[in-house]
């Protein structure tokens, strides 16, 4: 169930960060309207992490289309390059 809060509660913060924990944000309302979402750092470098890989997952399939798919052995090719450089 998500913890829904006035902005005007930061007031008395420690009151609205014990609310805050792994997996459970709170979210901030301004005049009745979500505005802010506090959440755990841990939570927030994750949710980071897999918007960043949905990125270069779609670069890579656009890539793909518009050049052309490369092979399974040309892929090991680079990717043993990489390594060795």
């Not at 930061?10 to 802010?36: A, H, I």
């Not at 897999?50 to 680079?78: D, F, N, P």
Request: with cysteine; aromatic share 8%; glycine share 10%.
């Amino acid at each position: 169930m998500p913890i829904i809060k006035p902005v005007s509660d930061l007031r008395n913060y420690p009151d609205v960060l014990k609310n805050v924990g792994e997996g459970s944000p709170v979210y901030l309302t301004k005049n009745g309207t979500g505005r802010y979402v506090l959440m755990d750092i841990q939570d927030y470098g994750r949710i980071e992490s897999v918007l960043r890989l949905a990125y270069e997952l779609q670069r890579g399939k656009k890539s793909g289309e518009t050049q052309g798919w490369i092979s399974q052995e040309e892929m090991m090719c680079h990717f043993k390059d990489r390594v060795h450089a």
